[in-house]
């Protein structure tokens, strides 16, 4: 006889309701916006949260040049990658990557809060950031939402 009087909702690929999340990065310090974004993204602000299904949110971040790092991370921070060549170990500093790349700072960080396996590859791809005010998804009309 069954006496539970609730269920345990795991969600999958039909049931997950998505939506088109717009953050406003202006005046963000980077690691605080970048975590909530990254919950968001993995849809743990969400009652039907399920670890093993990409059930966040579409999350457009604007005006991703105008991130604040707090510190001296903006001068002493560094990001390294490989070119894959012997010696090809490239540095740069936040401050030059914003100068040329301003998207980057905020993907970095981002892409850093999620899960290393194919779920995580997955929900990076729910992750669009634009320097400027302007983002070309009005089609999906995504809602504003204030960290």
Request: with cysteine; aromatic share 6%.
């Amino acid at each position: 006889m069954n006496t539970l009087s609730y269920k345990t909702v795991s969600a999958n690929a039909k049931t997950v309701n998505k939506q088109w999340v717009v953050v406003d990065a202006e005046g963000e310090i980077l690691g605080r916006l970048s975590s909530k974004i990254a919950m968001i993204i993995r849809g743990k602000n969400k009652p039907e949260y399920t670890p093993h299904v990409d059930c966040g949110d579409n999350v457009i971040v604007i005006n991703a040049d105008k991130i604040k790092l707090t510190g001296n991370k903006l001068a002493d921070k560094t990001y390294v990658r490989y070119t894959g060549y012997p010696g090809g170990q490239r540095f740069i500093s936040p401050k030059e990557l914003l100068e040329k790349h301003p998207r980057r700072v905020v993907e970095k960080a981002v892409r850093g809060m999620l899960p290393k396996t194919k779920l995580g590859k997955k929900l990076y791809t729910n992750l669009f950031v634009y320097a400027g005010a302007e983002h070309p998804h009005a089609a999906q009309s995504p809602k504003t939402i204030k960290l």
